[in-house]
């Protein structure tokens, strides 16, 4: 069983940075896809960006050029730096493990996710 613990959220203005923090343990062999969702109040959980075992990353398109998932993290401390934030980027942060491909800024299974960590980015 995975367990997930994010942490890096905070309050931050628009045009600033943060980087978010996934530590991971209790990793099975099948876990080969790890990644970022965000969920605004009123709205659904989206993906925001996903890794897999063959370094390839997946962003969606509101956050491509602004966030990046260091390659070299897979399966450690996983890490969201998030630059140029927008107030819409307010949201509580989730990561997620599972197995498969990063497509669409999503796994193609999702087995463990983490409590959240929350972000806030005032104009």
């Known amino acids: 069983q995975v367990q997930l613990v994010e942490s890096g959220g905070g309050s931050v203005q628009a045009g600033g940075s943060l980087r978010l923090y996934c530590e991971a343990s209790?990793?099975?062999?099948?876990?080969?896809?790890m990644g970022w969702f965000r969920q605004a109040p009123g709205k659904e959980r989206e993906g925001v960006a996903a890794i897999d075992s063959n370094g390839t990353t997946s962003y969606a398109d509101s956050v491509k050029g602004r966030f990046t998932i260091p390659q070299d993290n897979f399966k450690n401390t996983l890490y969201l730096q998030m630059n140029s934030l927008k107030p819409e980027d307010t949201a509580m942060y989730y990561c997620?493990?599972?197995?498969?491909?990063?497509?669409?800024?999503?796994?193609?299974?999702?087995?463990?996710w983490g409590q959240g960590t929350l972000v806030t980015v005032s104009s």
């Open positions: 997620a493990a599972g197995r498969g491909i990063a497509t669409m800024a999503h796994c193609s299974v999702l087995d463990a």
């Open positions: 209790g990793y099975t062999r099948r876990t080969d896809c």
